[in-house]
């Protein structure tokens, strides 16, 4: 007979191999979980990083559009640095002449194509401007 460890028993020895097994899949099921909840979150963080990116770019268009004149240039281009921007603006409104103002007006819509620095479409913005035209001088209306 065996010599036994004094107050051992045999059922207290180790794991079994029975409970090793059962031990890895507890593990490997919460390993997975953690995994997909991470997973889930880089995913979102993506979307939110995206989603502020083009934010910023939008203000940025804005931006660059209010120096814009549709009237003067209905089409066009510009370099923003990481992205550019391609505009066609249409009038929407008949061109307003009244004989007690030095300018012509007329409201544009104007849409801009955002595109990456690769020239591969990002983004679409409407925007309507107002385009004028000075038509007259102060020495005319004398």
Known sequence: MPARSAGVSARERGFTLLEAIVAMVLVSMLALAVFGWISTNVASLDAVRDVNAQS???????????????????????????????????????????????????????????????????????????????????SEEG
């Open 56 to 138: 910023d770019a939008t203000i940025n268009v804005v931006e660059h559009m209010r120096s814009v004149n549709p009237m003067l240039t209905p089409t066009g281009e510009a370099d923003l640095g990481a992205y550019r921007i391609d505009w066609e603006a249409r009038p929407i409104t008949a061109v307003v002449d009244r004989r007690a103002s030095l300018y012509q007006f007329a409201l544009y819509d104007t849409r801009i194509k955002v595109l990456t620095r690769a020239g591969q479409p990002w983004f679409d913005v409407s925007l309507e401007l107002v385009g004028y035209r000075k038509v007259r001088s102060i």
